[in-house]
């Protein structure tokens, strides 16, 4: 399966670059591709077979010191590519990146001052989200301890990176069994984009680090025989943590942890704990959580459409073929776009360097969309889909809300849905095991071949550089 990939990325790859010779792609965003993609379902393959024999503690260790390796070795390769390509350490086109690293040395020098209510009151004052205050005041303090170094804020992810690695895997195997929970680890530590997230100055690789240490903590206090009550408490923080990177990726999960309570079969946890951690979520919720979220959240859904309009208008004026980019075209491929940028399109360097993480997605899309049939038919008998509530309502979820936004095939909003379809690959790639399962996967393999082309076609041609 990871040989049919590799040839699916390669077929398109020279398809597109004779076809669109005048617009093939600089040597460099092939090196960045081919790296990608055949490091991740090579090595994917190498270490689910490697490592299978491991104990659980040294399997762990592995993990974790391999994922940082990449990730380290990552962060000091795009510092020295972004300085040579852009004569800063940032990524194309900075906007977020730029502005979160300024504002965190605007935060520290404040402190140093000892004016730090200064930046509170920016922050905070009425009328003022909290959506994205929690990233620029991390950055903030690691600025302030490290003598504004940016390369010790990528340093700092490649760790959370790891980490995630790590409880992604512990998530996998009390969802879906050992073998499934190992690769779910590796295929995360693998991952194209997880890795070059490290290396940019965006919040993606802590929000998303914040995302699946809830989901795992969740986990495992529904799961636990040995429940106690405190242990409620550090798992409500991270999901109001969670809010403050993002109030929609907050919401999904309380959302989730909701669902999880109300429909988990009794082999997850029994009815009395379930409804007692029900009781104490909400309280605590409405506690924490106060008005100023509630509103928030209803500025978001009341301006969805107009900032979709709005959006794709902006879009519209340099892409004519973006008008076909409506929510019905979207909806039914949200577990695979978006698609690889392999052209040179004006000002899209980011999506190039990207476009092995987009091949990977496409592929294990597959995977997911076949896991999450086999447990809503039930295929393993007993309770199928009741046992994994929390995280497959989550991922329903958030993906509903992208679907609703006006960024729906915009790479970085999909990262934290990702990182759970990556669960749910692992556990489809175990159920496998028909033929005519492999049979289908070689006609996806093919569709996205085609997919790939005629983004390629798309791309150009709304642009008016096709020929």
């Given at each position: ?81 972004f ?37 509170l ?101 529904l ?16 999901l ?20 999880a309570?109300?429909?988990?079969s ?36 009341s ?7 709005s ?52 592929v ?46 915009a790479?970085r909003?999909?990262?934290p ?20 399962h492999?049979?289908w ?27």
């Open positions: 399966m990871a040989q049919q990939a590799v040839v699916a990325y390669f077929a398109a790859l020279l398809v597109v670059s004779v076809r669109y010779s005048a617009y093939a792609m600089y040597w460099y965003w092939w090196l960045f591709g081919i790296v990608g993609v055949v490091g991740f379902f090579i090595l994917s393959n190498t270490y689910t077979r490697k490592w299978a024999g491991m104990r659980e503690r040294a399997f762990m260790k592995n993990l974790f010191w391999m994922a940082f390796m990449l990730r380290v070795i990552m962060v000091f390769i795009l510092y020295w590519f300085n040579e390509m852009t004569g800063q350490p940032f990524m194309f086109h900075a906007a977020d990146s730029f502005e979160y690293g300024e504002e965190a040395k605007w935060m520290a020098q404040l402190i140093r001052n000892g004016q730090f209510q200064t930046y009151d920016y922050k905070f004052g009425a009328g003022n989200g909290i959506s994205d205050a929690g990233y620029p005041m991390y950055l903030g303090f690691v600025y302030l301890l490290s003598f504004d170094s940016i390369i010790v804020a990528r340093l700092l992810k490649a760790l959370w990176g790891a980490l995630t690695c790590v409880l992604l895997y512990k998530l996998g195997s009390r969802n879906f069994g050992e073998t499934t929970g190992r690769m779910a680890g590796i295929f995360m530590m693998l991952e194209p984009h997880y890795i070059i997230y490290c290396g940019m100055h965006l919040k993606e690789t802590e929000m998303v680090f914040l995302l699946v240490l809830f989901l795992e903590r969740a986990d495992n206090l799961r636990s025989r040995n429940f106690r009550f405190w242990a409620v408490m550090p798992i409500l923080g991270i109001v943590l969670t809010f403050c990177f993002r109030t929609v990726l907050g919401l999904s999960l309380a959302f989730a942890f909701g669902m309570l109300f429909l988990s009794q082999k997850v946890a029994n009815l009395g704990r379930r409804w007692l951690l029900l009781i104490v979520f909400v309280a605590s919720a409405v506690f924490f959580v106060g008005g100023r979220v509630l509103t928030e959240i209803d500025h978001y859904w301006q969805r459409d107009t900032n979709q309009e959006r794709m208008g902006v879009i519209s004026k340099r892409q004519s073929l973006a008008k076909y980019a409506t929510k019905a075209v979207f909806a039914p491929m949200i577990f695979t776009i978006p698609f690889p940028t392999m052209v040179e399109t004006p000002n899209q360097e980011n999506h190039r360097m990207l476009h092995a993480g987009y091949v990977v997605k496409n294990m899309s597959f995977f997911c969309i076949m896991a999450l049939f086999l447990l809503l038919l039930n295929q393993d008998g007993g309770t199928g889909w009741r046992n994994n509530v929390l995280i497959g309502s989550f991922l329903i979820a958030y993906l509903f809300i992208i679907i609703q936004s006006a960024f729906v095939h790479d909003f999909h990262l849905a990702y990182v759970i379809e990556l669960l749910f690959a692992a556990y489809g790639v175990s159920r496998m095991t028909r033929q005519k492999k049979r996967y070689t006609y996806w393999c093919v569709l996205m071949f085609v997919a790939w082309v005629a983004w390629a076609w798309f791309k150009l041609q709304g642009r008016g550089m096709a020929y």
